[in-house]
């Protein structure tokens, strides 16, 4: 046993930390934006992580991160996309951390670099089942800070910056999140939601009617206790055209 | 001996392949955008490398970039911007790869999940000297394709998408590769380099022309023998102030 230690000590030490794959799932419930977060079970504590967990030696990163988010949360078929890496040595410094960790790992304070994914869903086409180590999966409202486990603000707020981006260069990653037929009202809250202000509604409003792939359709909400709302459709197709022509030079 | 061996494997092969760091860094000389090569030390056969090598135990992941890519090239104090991490569990399979590996580390076969890099900088700003397993560090024309080791190939060429991505959507990325006075035949080069066409001169100068952060400058070419081009300048703050406002709202 004494030399299993020691061995184990030496191939590790020289270049092998342990590896894992952490996932941020953001969901869109038609209001707000929010991020898929796991319980963990822990005696005592109330711990809130991101849905993470090592790599196993058969598998790619991708197929880890699959793998992971299904076992932990009951989410699959969707569409996980990599972003980042975390390696800083002190990452797994909080004792309840390691606490945890020794009950489910041999030398919890083992370093471990994690390789991270984000994903942007629709929250009502997919089901939630904690499972594993997960005791609860849930949808947390972004605006709403948590202290999550390890590094995982910091992972959580990069993929956040990573997703604002992203969402300002390709606008269509916000329509995707829409139901076919939006109303303004929903498409100005969702903006809302990422930007994480209010906007001036007829600024708002003045934008998108130059717009040639947001149309109006001649259909309206039904059943509303206010003036029953435009519906709108987004036109792929006129995005890509209008949008992604001449993108080289947007300057 | 045979005890070693043994706890190596079962140690090693549950979570811990070996972790690496690649560099793809571009360099622009003025016409043509480059990538940095190391040429390995390897008998009897001319095989080139991004520059990478195996994390230390003591490093984060950025720390690892910065010594790997000074180590092999020389190069120092320059912006690394992490990309990407390449897991699939097959990186490690070409001969002539395992071979060398064979040479420099006890198990060459081991999987070996690599986190990439990648910079943008001005050639003329920095000397190269190989140092280490690199025998040469050279700056190759991005449009002549060399067969590189492992999954290089992949990884520049993913470096290279992100690269293009980058400076569509923040064209100062491009403006900091030119000098302080610039031509537009200059400027249309660099952009060409990235397009990796030819571009219409005419196209070109009426939408630069249309750009408030781009100045013309009272100040001529001297000492040419075509007719003298006129110099132009970049404005930074303009530039912040008219494309960066509003960009939630690019759509």
Redesign the interface.
């Known amino acids: 046993m004494f030399?299993?230690i020691c061995?184990?000590e030496q191939?590790?030490?020289?270049?092998?930390?342990?590896?894992s794959v952490d996932c941020v799932v953001f969901g869109f419930d038609g209001e707000l934006i929010r991020v898929l977060l796991i319980k963990r079970k822990q005696a005592g504590q109330e711990v809130f992580a991101l849905p993470g967990d090592?790599?196993?030696?058969?598998?790619?990163?991708?197929e880890?991160a699959v793998r992971v988010l299904n076992d932990l949360t009951g989410l699959n078929n969707i569409y996980l996309e990599?972003f980042?890496?975390f390696?800083?040595?002190d990452r797994i410094s909080n004792p309840i951390d390691i606490e945890w960790l020794s009950t489910i790992r041999e030398r919890p304070e083992e370093?471990v670099?994690t390789?991270a994914y984000f994903s942007l869903i629709k929250i009502e086409d997919f089901e939630l089942k904690p499972n594993s180590f997960a005791e609860q999966v849930l949808w947390q409202p972004i605006e709403q800070k948590k202290q999550l486990a390890f590094d995982h603000n910091k992972i959580a707020n990069t993929a956040w910056s990573i997703l604002q981006y992203k969402i300002?260069?390709e606008?269509i990653v916000a329509f995707n999140l829409l139901p076919k037929k939006f109303t303004l009202r929903q498409l100005q809250g969702l903006?809302e939601s990422?930007?994480g202000s209010e906007l001036d509604k007829r600024n708002?409003r003045k934008?998108i009617q130059g717009?040639k792939?947001v149309s109006p359709l001649e259909e309206f909400e039904e059943g509303v206790a206010h003036k029953p709302a435009r519906y709108y459709s987004f036109d792929e197709e006129i995005?890509k055209r209008e949008?992604e022509k001449g993108?080289?030079?947007?300057?």
């Not at 191939?11 to 590896?19: C, D, F, M, N, R």
């Not at 993108?247 to 300057?251: D, P």
Request: proline fraction near 4%; avoid cysteine; charge should be positive.
């Open positions: 030399l299993y061995f184990m191939t590790k030490s020289i270049y092998s930390p342990y590896l090592l790599l196993d030696l058969s598998e790619s990163l991708d880890t990599q980042g890496t390696g800083d040595v370093r670099i390789t300002r260069n606008p903006y990422i930007v708002f934008r717009k792939f995005y949008f993108q080289w030079f947007l300057f």
